[in-house]
């Protein structure tokens, strides 16, 4: 079964290396990373490319690159990996996660599991159910986490108790159906509220989300970027009650 975990990229040189080499040690010669670059300018594509010469072999391919040029997103990148995912490399299942390392990538495997065994068609690293935590953030961001969490269980689903969790790995047959919408990570919520309206199988997987290994974080830079991004999370979450309560 061909596998495949996109990883977006924004100036993550620092990380980019040892997150590929600990996934590829974790996954079988059937799973390919694939990195979606956004124009980094500290050299993350130079040093994928350096990966793929290392790790492809004879038609072999276990890691990928696109480089964006003229678009940039989270949303569009971790979509424009997917689209590749399905139609370039006939990925059957597809995972994605961040790429700082707060997302241990030894956890592929554990979220892959259920979708493997038949028994889910989305599986979701939780870091809100028994077993997972969030040692990343401070006090400020995982209450705000909960609190939009708490929203999205009460307004959309009481299944899910990880809506913002961005850790996600899911069957083709989804993707081909639901595509993700947003400019950050209120993507996830749309895309789990969909799958879940849509009839598939949903789990959640715990993990502990650690703090990121090196480089500068892409959200939580002071009060006002919480405020903001929370704002578009709960005005998410708020749309998708009103469009169908």
Request: hydrophobic share 40%.
């Amino acid at each position: 079964m061909r596998i495949c975990t996109v990883l977006p990229t924004y100036n993550e040189r620092e990380n980019v290396t040892a997150l590929i080499e600990r996934l590829l040690a974790a996954t079988t010669d059937t799973h390919m990373a694939l990195v979606v670059d956004d124009a980094s300018s500290d050299g993350t594509a130079q040093v994928v490319r350096a990966l793929a010469q290392r790790h492809n072999h004879s038609g072999h391919m276990r890691v990928a690159l696109i480089q964006r040029r003229d678009e940039k997103g989270l949303t569009s990148a971790i979509q424009c990996g997917i689209d590749a995912a399905l139609s370039t490399y006939q990925a059957e299942l597809v995972s994605w996660m961040d790429c700082d390392h707060s997302m241990p990538p030894e956890d592929v495997h554990a979220l892959l599991t259920p979708l493997l065994l038949q028994r889910a068609d989305v599986s979701v690293g939780s870091r809100w159910v028994s077993g997972g935590a969030d040692t990343a953030h401070g006090l400020m961001a995982r209450t705000l986490s909960r609190l939009i969490n708490g929203l999205a269980q009460r307004l959309l689903s009481s299944r899910l108790r990880d809506y913002t969790s961005g850790f996600v790995a899911a069957r083709a047959t989804v993707l081909q159906q639901i595509r993700l919408q947003g400019n950050y990570g209120e993507y996830c919520i749309g895309f789990l509220c969909r799958a879940l309206r849509a009839g598939f199988r949903v789990v959640e997987i715990p993990y502990v989300c650690v703090p990121r290994a090196g480089g500068e974080s892409k959200t939580g830079l002071n009060l006002f970027d919480y405020v903001v991004k929370g704002r578009n999370y709960l005005a998410t979450v708020w749309r998708l009650y009103r469009n169908n309560p």
